[in-house]
């Protein structure tokens, strides 16, 4: 079956780096848009950067455009969010997930990875 495992998260301090990767396996990595969500608690998930199936598009939320990057790497099936210039309200539980290019809705999500930023 299809597995997305998150891996990465931590207690980090504002301005600090992190980044995530989510390691996907049971389906053809390659043919899947991927992308970044999060939520915060209290808060309803949100968009946070997608990466299209050979990196040739790539799209941020507004508060992740200039600090966080995503890349994928489709040899090791796996996708990466690279978070700079932390702050505190970036404090949430980081999900990926995937979908195929044509389809709208995602259909398939990992289990979360945990970022806290300390102020």
């Known amino acids: 079956q299809v597995q997305l495992v998150e891996s990465g998260g931590g207690l980090v301090q504002a301005g600090d780096s992190l980044r995530l990767s989510c390691a996907a396996s049971?389906?053809?990595?390659?043919?899947?848009?991927m992308g970044w969500f999060r939520q915060a608690p209290g808060k309803e998930r949100e968009f946070v950067a997608a990466?299209?199936?050979?990196?040739?598009?790539?799209s941020y939320a507004d508060s992740a455009r200039g600090r966080f990057t995503i890349s994928r790497d489709n040899a090791k099936n796996t996708v990466y969010l690279q978070m700079n210039s932390l702050k505190p309200e970036d404090t949430a539980v980081y999900y990926c997930?995937?979908?195929?290019?044509?389809?709208?809705?995602?259909?398939?999500w990992g289990q979360g990875t945990q970022v806290t930023v300390s102020s």
């Open positions: 997930a995937a979908k195929l290019p044509a389809i709208t809705s995602y259909d398939y």
């Open positions: 049971g389906l053809t990595f390659r043919s899947y848009t």
């Open positions: 990466i299209s199936r050979f990196s040739i598009t790539k």
